[in-house]
Nanobody
Framework: QVQLVESGGGLVQPGGSLRLSCVVS????????MGWFRQAPGKQREFVAQ???????NYADSVKGRFTISRDNAKKTVTLQMNSLKPEDTAVYYC?????????????WGQGTPVTVSS
């Protein structure tokens, strides 16, 4: 019932920009944080950025200064603005949501949206 739908991926040249969006559909509450992970072919999925329900954000060192994460709690949407893209940013980007129930944390994942940075 709960679905995370990513959009905005595509092909972009090095130095270009893309904006990824993730919309959480269905009934969900107690969202602690929303963020993005990515996975390149043959590599492990890695953390990219995350923002809490109160607006506190953090980033992987590899994207600091280039990516910006934002969210709209009312619309249950998280956005990743990616600037100065590099070929090494090529990956499938996955939306992630952390939900807190009592003292437990549940995680949800989207299907992913591919980003290719190439000339």
């Amino acid at each position: 019932q709960v679905q995370l739908v990513e959009s905005g991926g595509g092909l972009v040249q090095p130095g270009g920009s893309l904006r990824l969006s993730c919309v959480v559909s269905g009934t969900i509450r107690n969202i602690r944080a929303m963020g993005w992970f990515r996975q390149a072919p043959g590599k492990q999925r890695e953390f990219v950025a995350q923002i809490s329900s109160v607006g506190v954000s953090n980033y992987a060192d590899s994207v600091k200064g280039r990516f910006t994460i934002s969210r709209d709690n009312a619309k249950k949407t998280v956005t990743l603005q990616m600037n100065s893209l590099k070929p090494e940013d090529t990956a499938v980007y996955y939306c992630n949501v952390k939900r807190v129930i009592a003292t437990s944390i549940l995680t949800y994942w989207g299907q992913g949206t591919p980003v290719t940075v190439s000339s």
